[in-house]
């Protein structure tokens, strides 16, 4: 083939000239090392070589055939949320040199550091933690490490965590199992709130950690959040909390409210969708090293240098990353989502204070619009839990006898996207779909989703 | 010869904490609006929340401007040294390769940054076919039957490629007797620390002293009925292929356990070997080492698993499917170990994989392991004419793949410079500094360089002559390296909060409130 663009020494000349410095005739001299008998005797059988206009043509035709939410209207969240991203984000997410980095110390990257570092501090900020590390995979993954760290600390085996929760989370989490047995709280049927009285039942001397999430899988709010915190601690279990970071607008950190791990998923924070490809797990605890001991993450920290004034950073207890410990490591870790924390960092800052109180402000305002005009379709009740609700919200059809399902496939024609179908993740609900509402929908989104259900369930 | 430094100097902001640079009352973004009827319609919602919950002061956020926020980013970008900086050919098992800019300009498209993961098949047709196709693509790589592109790094691919050989011997009832993985040193340290964390025991075999390689009579004595299976890394972090692969899979066949290899730094054998071919069950790729995708300062990055048919069945849901006519997202399959993360895994860095395989080709593919292997022949033939330097097991193995760990141990005790302090002073040339090694240390005072196919021959001999420059001065003049970097944006930093609960601060609020008390 002719030189390709991205291989400098395709040259025939250049190859044979460093051939001859290495000394062989002829390059399958050193693939001899590969027995023969395992090595692959015909071409591999793929497209392509494309010209980089060839390879455009081809994705973009492909690509056309998606209808994303610029082009229709959807009300999907679910662990995935459509929020607007500010163009600086889009910016510094681009930038060459953080995008094609990887791991160089603190002295060839230095800004990798300090942007990583703040993206700690910013989480820590939110949460009202002193302890931040390094992002992991997404929600569930800081979930499960969340756990493990908990049960590594109290020596204990067993974590309680709420039957309100995403399926697929739990099925993460279920992968601790070999460490820890999990088992579900009950909620109230009216309210969604954790039931106290079933909490009080299962929690026991062998409890490593209580988990909750605020606002809930469903949407609504969990209020009872420092009674849950005070239990746990009566038993001697550690209190985890996985947040959506926006709510922490209004909501209280649970810093405050008695939480020893948080955890939860930073997409919110400067990241579109992409088909749930550019998630952002977090995960925060107290300062306390028998904490930071606990997983196996990396955790950057400010430290100084030679120069007097100047900061510099370093990994934490480097002994304890699966880089290291191998198999006594209590977390698997590896590449994880820098770029995205690093996004992260710069939409905390745009932001600010008032900013993430506003935007949390106008997403409630918008979302509780929302549930207004639908529960004022006939035979549509929403939100099936009598709480506040942030973003999210349950919309129950029983009584128009649809299923979600169908109500979705007739909301498409009208070039909407409806909610998410929970109706086999939790059939004590009935026919009932998880809607999101945030601040990228307007009032006429809204009326006009209203005015498409009217007439789906009519 | 040449005196290679060329006044390099890093840029030096001394940019200070985004805390530092706010001021009261300034904003970086304004949040769209609330529709006056809306607020009429739902009046004061905040006031609906239950006080025992309501925040009651606002974060501690920095207050920047626009301006200032851009400003601050650019310049710790400016700080960064990425592949597009210069020269990172030290970093080994990462495959630090270019990464292709018409594959970024792809990903832009909101036809994919604006699709949510849950929308209706009919709406993503677009994307299912291209991860339908690239599934297709890596089996037709890897001798593989199917592959899932949920794992998003190559330690959580080998979580998850653990968490399958548990379902499969789970399903034959031997999970309880069947609980130790078999693994090497030289292996990536996931394929230990992985299986570990799903619940299994690890055994560990060590390289033979003369040959850099486990004896296979070593690997008899291992396996048992106690085996759940063998997951190890080939070619090795060393650059040595194992020719004995064959054999493994068959005593490991025959004792009644899987075999897994960790493939994530297959860029040496594209087009020339597949493992599939091999034997393995189950295997998986780093997109964002062989397959091109840049690595995001840490991620985000896509290591898809490859398994075989019989395994299939185990695969995290949802998988793909094709009816002839449309796409589908099949979750309904009884057998699946659930999810291993959301959704359905870094799409963005498939679409970015696929593009570069058809940017290659066949033939491209096969380029690009050749040009591989013979950069880093080229690059082992000249760093053994440094002093100082030697190769381990080079009688044995003389030829390396995708790259070779050096030790400086004769550096070392002639100078009193190893590894870590050449590190510290060859990025005072701009260059990134070299991968020592995973832990052991096995090899004592290691490098790992490794120079991927798209590394222009005179960035070899420059990085060689910087290296021939530092172990000079490590004989002439090691004070200069002791006290190193120099060009850099800071100096030696002290280590000690690294250990030191009382010094280490994680967040800017508990280095403030440290500085407090």
Not at chain 2, 137 to 147: P, Q, R
């Amino acid at each position: 083939m002719p030189t390709h663009q991205y291989v400098p020494n395709s040259v025939p000349r250049t190859k044979k000239e460093m051939l001859k410095k290495i000394g062989v005739k002829d390059v399958n001299e050193l693939f001899a090392v590969i027995p023969e008998e395992i090595r692959l005797t015909r071409n591999l059988e793929l497209p392509g070589p494309l010209s980089e206009y060839e390879v455009r043509r081809h994705i973009e035709t492909t690509l056309s055939r998606n209808k994303p939410c610029n082009e229709i209207l959807t009300f999907l969240g679910a662990g995935c949320w459509p929020h607007y991203v500010p163009s600086v984000c889009d910016e510094i997410s681009s930038r060459s040199e953080f995008l094609t980095a990887y791991t160089g110390d603190v002295y060839s990257d230095l800004g990798r550091y300090q942007a990583l570092f703040e993206f700690q501090s910013m989480i820590g900020d939110l949460v009202a933690m002193d302890m931040v590390g390094f992002p992991v995979y997404d929600w569930a993954t800081a979930s499960g490490d969340a756990i493990r760290m908990a049960v590594t600390v109290t020596n204990r085996h067993e974590i309680l965590v709420p039957k309100i929760i995403d399926p697929d989370k739990l099925s993460v989490i279920r992968a601790c199992e070999p460490l820890a047995s999990i088992k579900q709280i009950d909620s109230s049927p009216d309210t969604g709130q954790l039931d106290i009285k079933d909490l009080k039942e299962k929690i026991s001397s062998k409890t490593a950690g209580v988990y909750i999430e605020n606002p809930a899988y469903l949407g609504f709010i969990e209020g009872g959040c420092e009674e849950v915190g005070e239990i746990a601690h009566d038993h001697g279990a550690l209190f985890i909390v996985g947040v959506e970071p926006l709510s922490l607008g209004l909501l209280t950190p649970p810093g405050e409210y008695g939480a020893d791990i948080v955890c939860g998923e930073g997409q919110p924070l400067g990241m579109h969708m992409y088909f749930g490809g550019a998630l952002l797990g977090f995960l925060a605890c107290r300062d306390d090293e028998r904490f930071v001991s606990a997983t196996g993450n990396r955790w950057i920290s400010l430290t100084t240098t030679e120069r007097e004034g100047r900061y510099g950073f370093t990994f934490v207890l480097p002994e304890r990353t699966m880089y290291a410990a191998r198999e006594k490591a209590i977390t698997f870790t590896g590449t994880t989502t820098a770029l995205w924390a690093i996004t992260a960092a710069v939409y905390m800052s745009l932001l600010g204070p008032h900013g993430i109180r506003e935007i949390a402000e106008v997403i409630m305002q918008k979302s509780h619009y929302a549930m207004k005009q639908i529960s004022e379709i006939n035979g549509i009740r929403t939100p099936i839990f009598k709480f506040p609700h942030f973003k999210e919200f349950t919309v129950n059809f029983d009584k128009t006898r649809k299923t979600v399902h169908s109500v979705n496939k007739a909301l498409l024609e009208y070039g909407i996207q409806g909610g998410k179908d929970i109706s086999r993740e939790f059939p004590e609900l009935g026919s009932s779909a998880l809607y999101c509402v945030t601040e990228v929908h307007t009032k006429e989104d809204v009326d006009r989703l209203v005015n498409a259900l009217e007439s789906v369930v009519r | 010869m040449m005196d290679q430094s060329t006044d390099y100097h890093a840029v030096v902001w001394n940019e200070p904490m985004i805390y530092q640079l706010g001021r009261e009352g300034r904003r970086g973004f304004m949040v769209p609006k609330v529709e006056k009827e809306i607020k009429a319609a739902v009046g004061d919602v905040v006031s609906s929340i239950p006080e025992r919950i309501r925040r009651k002061a606002p974060p501690k956020l920095p207050e920047l401007s626009e301006p200032e926020v851009v400003r601050h980013y650019i310049r710790l970008s400016q700080q960064t040294f990425g592949v597009d900086s210069g020269i990172n050919v030290g970093v080994g098992t990462c495959t630090m390769k270019y990464n292709p800019k018409v594959n970024e300009m792809l990903v832009r498209s909101t036809k994919i940054s604006h699709l949510h993961p849950l929308q209706d098949e009919e709406t993503v047709q677009g994307i299912l076919e291209i991860m339908f196709r690239m599934e297709r693509f890596l089996c037709e790589i890897s001798g593989m039957d199917h592959f899932s592109f949920q794992p998003r790094g190559g330690a959580h691919a080998t979580f998850t490629n653990a968490q399958i050989i548990r379902a499969y011997h789970r399903l034959n009832g031997e999970l309880e007797q069947r609980n130790e993985i078999v693994t090497t040193v030289l292996s990536h340290p996931c394929n230990a620390g992985s299986p570990a964390v799903a619940g299994f025991k690890i055994v560990t075999l060590y390289p033979d002293n003369e040959t850099g390689m486990p004896d296979i009579e070593a690997l008899k004595a291992a396996v048992s009925k106690r085996t759940a299976g063998l997951m190890i890394t080939d070619p090795y972090d060393t650059g040595v292929f194992d020719n004995n692969i064959a054999e493994y899979v068959k005593i490991v066949h025959e004792a009644g356990g899987l075999v897994a290899i960790d493939q994530a730094n297959a860029n040496c054998i594209l087009g020339r070997l597949r493992i599939g071919d091999v034997g393995a069950d189950l295997c998986h790729f780093n997109l964002h080492k062989t397959f091109s995708t840049p690595h995001g300062c840490f991620g985000p990055g896509s290591a898809p698993i490859g398994v075989k048919k019989k395994f299939s069945k185990f695969l995290p849901v949802p998988v793909v499917t094709f009816d002839g006519s449309k796409y589908h997202l099949d979750y309904d399959r009884p057998y699946t170990i659930g999810k291993v993360g959301e959704f359905h895994g870094v799409i963005p860095n498939v679409l970015k994989a696929y593009a570069w395989i058809m940017s290659m080709g066949p033939e491209g593919l096969k380029e690009t392991s050749e040009v591989a292997v013979i950069n880093n022949n080229y690059l082992v033939k000249k760093l053994l004419e440094v002093r100082g330097v030697s190769l381990p097991w080079s009688k044995s193995h003389p030829t390396r793949m995708q790259e070779a760990r050096f030790s400086l141990q004769k550096l070392k005790e002639e100078t009193g410079i190893g590894a870590a302090d050449i590190n510290r002073r060859i990025v005072d040339f701009g260059v990134q500094r070299c991968f020592l090694s995973h832990e052991p240390w096995i090899i004592p005072e290691p490098i790992t360089p490794e120079p991927p196919e798209t590394t222009p021959r005179e960035d070899l001999d420059r990085f060689v002559e910087i290296i021939h420059q530092i172990s000079d001065e490590a004989y002439t003049n090691p004070e200069i390296i002791r006290t190193a970097p120099h060009n850099c944006a800071i100096s030696k930093v002290d280590p000690t909060p690294a250990s030191d609960p009382k010094k280490w601060a994680m967040t800017w609020r508990a280095y403030t409130n440290r500085r407090k008390t």
